[in-house]
């Protein structure tokens, strides 16, 4: 039995999400959970998030799951739209900022 979640326009960059993702791809879901709670990575927040989000819909399909049993399958980061803002400089010029934005998905799925 397999469960998604998705997370688009997330503020942050698709790389630094998937160094988080990097460390929770094919691990236990409550091992998971805990490499999340305790990383000091901003995107780590959100990921912990959209996991949770993943176990309530595999809940949903399945009441009796076991989560001692659930891994974590699939999870990347795609790059989503940049927004772009402008910041005034000197002798009137202007630079632009772009504020990256990215989209995460999360498969997990049972195996015994």
């Known amino acids: 039995m ?11 960059s698709a790389r630094k999400a998937r160094l988080v993702l990097d460390q929770v791809r094919y691990k236990k879901v409550t091992e998971a959970q ?13 990921i ?11 809940q949903v399909k399945d009441p009796k799951i076991d989560l ?19 910041m005034p400089r000197a002798q009137g010029r202007a630079f632009m ?6 989209h995460i ?3 997990i799925q049972t195996i015994e």
């Not at 001692?68 to 402008?86: C, H, I, L, S, W």
């Not at 900022?97 to 990215?102: D, L, Q, Y």
């Open 97 to 102: 900022i772009r504020r990256p934005t990215c």
């Open 34 to 46: 805990n490499i999340l709670r305790f990383s000091r990575r901003r995107a780590a927040g959100l």
């Open 48 to 58: 912990g998030k959209l996991l949770q989000s993943a176990i309530a819909n595999a």
């Open 68 to 86: 001692n049993t659930v891994f974590v399958t699939q999870a990347f980061a795609d790059e989503g739209p940049a927004m772009k803002r402008y």
């Open 2 to 12: 397999e469960a998604k979640s998705k997370l688009r326009f997330a503020r942050g």
């Open 105 to 107: 998905s999360l498969e």
